[in-house]
């Protein structure tokens, strides 16, 4: 069973700083990508940062400069360094997890998984 947790949410004052994890298991033989959602109260979720298995990545343009994705392809983890943090990135921070190509063992495997959230709230 495939699993995506997030962690690493809290309370920061603005300008500060946070690092979100993002742990996946439950597969060993597929291709991937993890992207970094937010979902404020009333609002829509919002695409925030991608990282594909072979490290490529991309942002939307409301985090490029102050957010940085990277991932630990051994342990199954990818992060979010978020700096600079403002009272509008106040919302609560989801990873969702892209897997495809896997090997024929692993094929029901294939599919999105997202994790249960964790909280980020910045105060002014």
């Known amino acids: 069973q495939v699993r995506v947790v997030e962690s690493g949410g809290g309370s920061v004052q603005a300008g500060g700083s946070l690092r979100l994890s993002c742990a996946a298991s439950?597969?060993?033989?597929?291709?991937?990508?993890m992207t970094w959602f937010r979902q404020a109260p009333g609002k829509e979720r919002e695409f925030l940062s991608r990282i594909s298995g072979d490290g490529g990545t991309s942002y939307a343009d409301s985090v490029k400069g102050r957010f940085i994705i990277s991932q630990d392809n051994a342990k199954k983890m990818v992060y979010l360094q978020m700096n600079s943090l403002k009272p509008d990135d106040t919302a609560m921070y989801y990873c969702?997890?892209?897997?495809?190509?896997?090997?024929?063992?692993?094929?029901?495997?294939?599919?999105?998984?997202w994790g249960q959230g964790t909280q980020v709230t910045v105060s002014s």
């Open positions: 969702n997890k892209d897997l495809y190509l896997c090997a024929h063992s692993e094929r029901p495997l294939a599919g999105n998984y």
């Open positions: 439950g597969y060993m033989y597929c291709s991937h990508t």
